[in-house]
Nanobody
Framework: VQLQASGGGLVQAGGSLRLSCTAS????????MGWYRQAPGKQRELVAV???????NYADSMKGRFTISRDNSKNTVYLQMNSLKPEDTAVYYC???????????WGKGTLVTVSS
């Protein structure tokens, strides 16, 4: 299973970006999909996750600003990011849990830079 993320870029504080991540390859079924991020010098942290039943969970600092969604027919997860802050600057990684054993796959990441 391969995950390809896109949509990162440079945006001013207060702006918006929409990230996409599509899974491809030998897919039996995908359960949860999610986004994590890693800022320079920091550990990777959870941004948001969404189950196959569309239940969602967000890190506290993203609640109300970020929205995760998915299109199961396209094996794609989205992250709509609004009211971006400089501290949101990070490489954003998507992941997906696949198959009956919930094997977790990771994408390569997409860089989001928020200027002040």
């Amino acid at each position: 299973v391969q995950l390809q993320a896109s949509g990162g870029g440079l945006v001013q504080a207060g702006g918006s970006l929409r990230l996409s991540c599509t899974a491809s390859g030998s897919i039996f079924s995908i359960s949860a999909m999610g986004w994590y991020r890693q800022a320079p010098g920091k550990q990777r942290e959870l941004v948001a996750v969404i189950t196959s039943g569309d239940s969602t969970n967000y890190a506290d600092s993203m609640k109300g600003r970020f929205t995760i969604s998915r299109d199961n027919s396209k094996n794609t997860v989205y992250l709509q990011m609004n009211s971006l802050k400089p501290e949101d600057t990070a490489v954003y990684y998507c992941n997906a849990d696949e198959g009956p054993l919930y094997v977790r796959y990771w994408g390569k990441g997409t860089l989001v830079t928020v200027s002040s």
